[in-house]
């Protein structure tokens, strides 16, 4: 559920003592630049006022601190794991001790042809709780999930579809507490454009489908805007969803969590503010 960032160009420090030369054409030439490797290797960090993941609150309304590594080479394979603390667990499941999400991911992405703007992007992603978490009559079920994934992207607008091959988060269907909601799916379209000076602007606007889950299914729109500031990147957005979540109602995405009996309704609309710095 990683989020990419804005990466910051490293400027060249030049090794020989600085000269001035009177005659421009009289300066010895710079020697050529070594060619760039195949391989990219990329670090990100983000403190965030709350962790949404697709609209639904993963920290009840508390900050969370996330962060990640990618390997990308040329060729188009990448790789990566990413990380992020978490509530949702523990407030969902009384006595439950997963406080953290750790995602691993792979794929392969590229340009349709030689300087097009198509693109396409095609992988795997597993969400990973360690810790424990399913022992209410919802997540009889590991909360561990595996996506299938596929993208297609123009310039700054990606239309992207991802499947799940195991039950969705823990997440068991109507019909009984050992039935899985293996094949739930996402669908999303997402927008990032660039304002100039350092601005950006940037919508989504998605729809979970949960196989076999009545009442469970929902869509989520979130519309925000980025600053760089050099030293990091800050936003601003807001996120709204039509989640059934009312806790009056005891709705799913109701979060009620049964040591303390405190409820929050994790689908409500709310801002969202982030720092990240990607290096």
Not at 237 to 248: E, N, Q
Request: glycine share 14%; proline share 3%.
């Amino acid at each position: 559920m990683k989020k990419k960032l804005i990466a910051l160009a490293v400027a060249g420090v030049l090794s020989a003592p600085f000269a001035v030369f009177a005659d421009e054409a009289a300066a010895p030439a710079a020697p050529a630049a070594a060619p760039a490797g195949p391989h990219t290797f990329t670090g990100n960090v983000m403190l965030t006022s709350e962790y949404l993941y697709r609209g639904i609150a993963q920290t009840r309304g508390k900050p969370a601190i996330q962060g990640g590594f990618d390997y990308s080479h040329s060729s188009g394979l990448y790789a990566g794991v990413w990380g992020s603390s978490i509530t949702w667990i523990s407030d969902a499941v009384a006595g439950a001790s997963a406080g953290l999400e750790a995602d691993i991911y792979g794929g392969y992405k590229n340009a349709f042809a030689e300087g097009s703007d198509w693109g396409y992007d095609v992988g795997v992603l597993t969400y990973n709780y360690p810790g424990t978490g399913k022992t209410n009559a919802l997540y009889q079920i590991k909360p561990d999930t595996t996506e299938l994934y596929g993208a297609i992207s123009w310039k700054w607008l990606s239309l992207k579809y991802s499947h799940t091959t195991s039950a969705l988060f823990g997440i068991n269907k109507d019909s009984g507490l050992s039935d899985k909601t293996t094949g739930s799916g996402y669908l999303e379209l997402n927008a990032a454009y660039d304002l100039g000076n350092t601005w950006g602007l940037s919508g989504h606007v998605g729809h979970q489908s949960v196989h076999g889950r009545s009442g469970a299914s929902y869509s989520d729109v979130k519309v925000g805007v980025t600053k760089d500031l050099g030293f990091g990147t800050v936003g601003l957005a807001y996120s709204f969803t039509d989640a059934k979540d009312s806790c009056a109602a005891s709705e799913f995405y109701c979060l009620a969590n049964g040591s303390t009996g405190n409820t929050y309704s994790g689908g409500q609309g709310r801002a969202l503010l982030t720092f990240g710095k990607t290096f």
